[in-house]
C-alpha cells in the first residue's frame, strides 16, 4: 500500500483479443525541422567551455517543445527535407544569442553516416547571418544516425567565445 493511502487495489487489464491491432506511436509526418539553441541565462565571463551545457538548451522550434541539454539530445529528420539550427535567448536575457558558427559530422564513431548537405548561412529575424540550413540526404537506412557537433559563440572579435556542443540526427524516410 502506498503511504498515506488507506487501501490500494490493483486495476486488472484484460489481455488484447489476439486480432486486435497493435497500437503504437503514431507514424512520423516528413517536416523541415528546426533546431534553437536557446540561451537559458547570461554567461560568465570566464565559463569554462565543459560548463555551456548548462546554460543552452535545445528546443524543437516547430512545435516549442524542450528536447533537452545537449548531452541527452536526439532529432528526427527527414529525407529531402530541409535541417535549420537558429540561435535564441530566453526572454530578459541580457548578451548575445549565440550564433551558429559551423556544423561538422563527428569522425571516429562507429556507424556515423553524414546525413545533411548543402549547407548555407541564412538571416534570421534580425537580418543577421547568424543561423544554418542543410538538406536532409535521400536514400539513406531509416535509423542512420550522425553524431555531429555544433560550434556556436557568443560575442565578436577579441571578446568572441566559442563553445562545441555533441548532438545526435536520427534519420527517417
Known sequence: ??????EAKKN??????PDSPVLGPPPLEP????????LLQELPEDLPEEEIVNYIQLVDGNS????GYPTNFTVS??????????????????????????ISMKVGIPNNVDLVENGQRINDENQQDNDLEFTVKSNLNPGDMEHYKIVIS????????????????????
Open 1 to 6: 500500500m502506498l503511504a498515506g493511502c488507506k
Open 12 to 17: 486488472e487489464v484484460a489481455p488484447a483479443a
Open 31 to 38: 517536416k523541415n525541422v528546426t533546431i534553437e539553441v536557446v
Open 64 to 67: 516549442g517543445s524542450v528536447i
Open 77 to 102: 529528420v527527414f529525407a529531402g527535407k530541409k535541417v535549420k539550427w537558429k540561435g535564441k535567448k530566453l526572454p530578459g536575457v541580457s548578451g548575445q544569442k549565440p550564433r551558429i558558427d559551423s
Open 154 to 173: 557568443f560575442g565578436q572579435g577579441n571578446n568572441k567565445k566559442s563553445f562545441p556542443i555533441d548532438p545526435i540526427l536520427n534519420w527517417h524516410p
